[in-house]
């Protein structure tokens, strides 16, 4: 059980626009930026937000996150092939003097 | 560009030790936190813990009787070590770098990950 929830799974057909969500409480998002990473199978997970809603340069601007009191989303748009991957939150707790994550969620596109 | 690269043991009977160590390529260790996180099979990242280039370590409480986390400067790497594995450890293990500067907290590099399967 992740201490972040985020939905098992989310799909989109190429150019459509699709949001992933993350909630969490008031030791993690609450309090702390919010993260998300993109893994695909058998490479070293990339980071595509920081700071709730900054990208690490060379991410392209179609991804995009916010984040409200205790629950973060990560929004795709222009959706393309290469975009399917899984994604996962991510958040400093302060409970835990820790890292915790989401569960992930597959993304597929259709 | 920054490069952690892995690597260990991957395949332990239970009760062994689990083993890995990252080096880091094109950066210093001052100035982050070096961490270990974990993904078992169909699941989430669970973080194990983290070590400061001066050796301050921090653990996963679900894990810290039996984490060690080190830290070798002369040769610009950290290490991990598990003992008593269980078949509940398998995972893909990840190192990964935290910057300590700045006010945004982020797991910034990853390693490419060492699949560490344990079994009988």
């Known amino acids: 059980q992740s201490v972040l929830t985020q939905p098992p799974s989310a799909s989109g057909t190429p150019g459509q626009r699709v949001t992933i969500s993350c909630s969490g409480g008031s030791s993690n998002i609450g309090s702390n930026t919010v993260n998300w990473y993109q893994l695909h199978p058998g490479t070293a997970p990339k980071l595509l937000i920081f700071g709730n809603n900054q990208r690490p340069s060379g991410v392209p601007d179609r991804f995009s996150g916010s984040r409200s009191a205790t629950s973060a989303s990560l929004a795709i748009s222009g959706l393309q092939s290469e975009d399917e991957a899984d994604y996962y939150c991510a958040a400093w707790d302060d409970s835990l003097n820790g890292w915790v994550f989401g569960g992930g969620t597959k993304l597929t596109v259709l | 560009q920054v490069q952690l690269q892995q690597w260990g043991a991957g395949l332990l009977k239970p009760s062994e030790t689990l083993s890995l160590t990252c080096a880091v390529s094109?950066?210093?260790?001052?100035?982050?936190?070096w961490n270990w996180i974990r993904q078992p099979p169909g699941k989430g990242l669970e973080w194990i813990g983290e070590i400061s280039h001066s050796g301050r370590t921090g653990y996963n409480p679900s894990l810290k009787s039996r984490v060690t986390i080190s830290v070798d400067t002369s040769k610009n790497q950290f290490s991990l070590k598990l003992s008593s594995v269980i078949a509940a450890d398998t995972a893909v293990y990840y190192c990964?770098?935290?910057?300590?500067?700045?006010?945004?907290?982020?797991?910034?590099?990853w390693g490419q990950g060492t699949l560490v399967t344990v079994s009988s």
């Open positions: 990964a770098r935290v910057p300590v500067f700045g006010v945004v907290i982020m797991i910034d590099y």
């Open positions: 094109g950066g210093s260790l001052s100035g982050y936190s």
